[in-house]
């Protein structure tokens, strides 16, 4: 693990609660110091939750280096299962109960005697996994742990709805789309015949998790988080699943036609009650879908032939890489992940639909591809965003980690039909409208007061450069050579210098640093 400013996923003990919250009737809890129990407002502040999350924390102070974890872990284990009555509650180890050398299994075991709740440690390696890793092994655990209870207890159901039904699973929170991705993806399935058994965790109640074997598939739209609780569906139950993100129009019909697939296979349907879904799929992407009438017209040309860097998590980063190329005519310089165990699998999926690969978790090593490419534009995580704020570069938040200026207060999902209007929005409004390529070349642009004010370019008196000063310039970053350019020129105007030398190039750079 390498200490940095900017992470792209953080530690793992945050990725347990972010399965355990979204739950009815569960409870996390966490062992750590004052600063790790940042995930008790993940949910009602971003999202805009009116409940309060339920993660409790148990702060690691001088008394518990002391005497020992085991008390206060029993103590919240107890007092939490009376008040609230959880089933279950998910104790999480986080770095530092490892470095005190306790035994969570033990300090669970202690509390399962006392509370009258079942208590599930999360079975996670800390030092090896991130927190989407931990979020996944989370949610496979859970849904394990109550399916081995319900077939010991004998109410596991395993005969199949009347209605084809499906388990979304893997919408954990925060997100800034899952919630209205969960709502777009339960009335797609709604309008193509198909209902929503059950969402996990995302809003899904952990009593009825007997019950995932009677829907017929599995959905996956983010295989961050998810895809390990839909293998083993699949392993025990013979359900299949559909891991197509349905973002965009073509993998968004794509995802349609799986989901009939996958219906009719695991119960094949009489002759007369098969359904084309060919119809469906025409109809919402002429109908619903504006992305590619839009992507046609005159007034969206401006994106037509540009580029782009698209760094981000497998999902996400993959599904803006093919969408603008297939759909846009945008195409991807640098595209890939930082994800590196989903590399192979991001590749396969975007080949042919970007330039070169980029393939990191080290932000720096991001943003040097950023600086060394020059994009009109940026689709990444917010960490890339702040990397082209210094260069101006415009930069779409497309993929997690997120800002809470990334939770809409609208409905804004990224996935459906509906979704493929938002992705086409933020692709097209992130590179200078064409209306505007013309306009940024006039003196003064669209701002008439200054170009009333100061002098034009042509009027200005000519400026000279010492060979000191050039050679300065040609060894600063290539995304801010341009702006401290001006700011020179402009401190030199406004002094009355007409000899640039290397002594005003450095204080130019340090008025750029401080602003």
């Not at 009677?214 to 293998?231: C, D, I, Q, S, Y």
């Not at 005519?329 to 639909?353: I, P, Y």
């Amino acid at each position: 693990m390498k200490p940095a400013h900017r992470m792209h996923a953080g530690p793992a003990h945050t990725g347990t609660p972010r399965v355990a919250s979204p739950f009815k009737n569960a409870h996390a809890t966490t062992h750590a110091p004052l600063g790790d129990d940042h995930s008790n407002a993940m949910r009602p502040t971003p999202e805009r939750d009116r409940d309060f999350t339920p993660v409790t924390a148990s702060t690691v102070d001088r008394h518990v280096l002391a005497r020992g974890s085991q008390e206060k872990v029993v103590e919240n284990t107890t007092r939490k299962g009376k008040e609230e009555r959880p089933d279950p509650i998910a104790p999480t180890p986080t770095r530092t109960s490892s470095i005190l050398q306790e035994d969570p299994q033990n300090l669970v075991r202690g509390a399962s005697i006392t509370s009258d709740s079942d208590a599930i440690p999360a079975d996670v390696n800390h030092h090896r996994v991130d927190e989407p890793q931990a979020a996944d092994g989370t949610s496979e655990q859970v849904v394990r742990h109550h399916l081995n209870k319900a077939r010991g207890q004998g109410t596991l159901g395993r005969s199949l709805a009347n209605i084809p039904s499906a388990n979304t699973t893997g919408t954990p929170t925060p997100g800034s789309h899952n919630q209205h991705d969960c709502r777009e993806s339960e009335r797609s399935s709604r309008d193509i015949g198909t209902r929503t058994h059950q969402i996990i965790p995302e809003g899904g109640f952990v009593g009825n998790l007997h019950n995932p074997p009677k829907a017929r598939f599995n959905p996956v739209p983010h295989r961050e988080v998810g895809l390990m609780t839909a293998v083993y569906s699949d392993e025990e139950s013979g359900m299949p699943c559909v891991s197509t993100t349905p973002a965009g129009i073509v993998d968004t019909a794509e995802c349609i036609r799986q989901t009939q697939e996958r219906v009719g296979k695991r119960a094949p349907a009489l002759p007369e009650e098969e359904v084309d879904h060919e119809p469906y799929i025409d109809r919402q992407t002429r109908s619903v879908s504006q992305a590619a009438r839009s992507s046609r017209s005159t007034d969206r040309q401006n994106s037509t032939g540009k580029r782009a860097v698209i760094p981000g998590d497998a999902t996400h980063a993959t599904a803006m890489t093919k969408i603008p190329s297939r759909e846009m005519g945008t195409r991807a310089c640098r595209a890939g992940t930082h994800r590196k165990h989903d590399a192979e699998w991001s590749n396969e999926q975007v080949r042919g639909s970007r330039d070169k690969a980029l393939v990191t978790d080290d932000h720096t090593e991001a943003g040097d591809v950023i600086g060394r490419e020059e994009p009109p534009a940026i689709f990444g995580t917010q960490t890339e965003r702040h990397v082209g704020k210094r260069p101006d570069t415009p930069c779409g938040v497309t993929s997690p980690p997120v800002h809470i200026q990334n939770f809409p207060s609208g409905y804004r999902p990224s996935s459906g039909h509906e979704g493929t209007n938002q992705i086409a929005d933020s692709v097209h409004n992130s590179y200078t409208l064409g209306t505007e390529d013309h306009l940024l070349d006039i003196p003064g642009g669209h701002d008439t007061e200054r170009a009333a004010t100061e002098p034009s370019p042509v009027e200005q008196d000519p400026l000279i450069r010492s060979p000191e000063s050039q050679l300065g310039s040609s060894q600063i970053p290539r995304p801010v050579r341009g702006k401290i350019k001006g700011k020179t020129e402009k401190s030199a105007r406004q002094n009355g210098i007409t000899n640039i030398t290397l002594e005003a190039t450095y204080a130019a750079r340090e008025i750029l640093g401080t602003r």
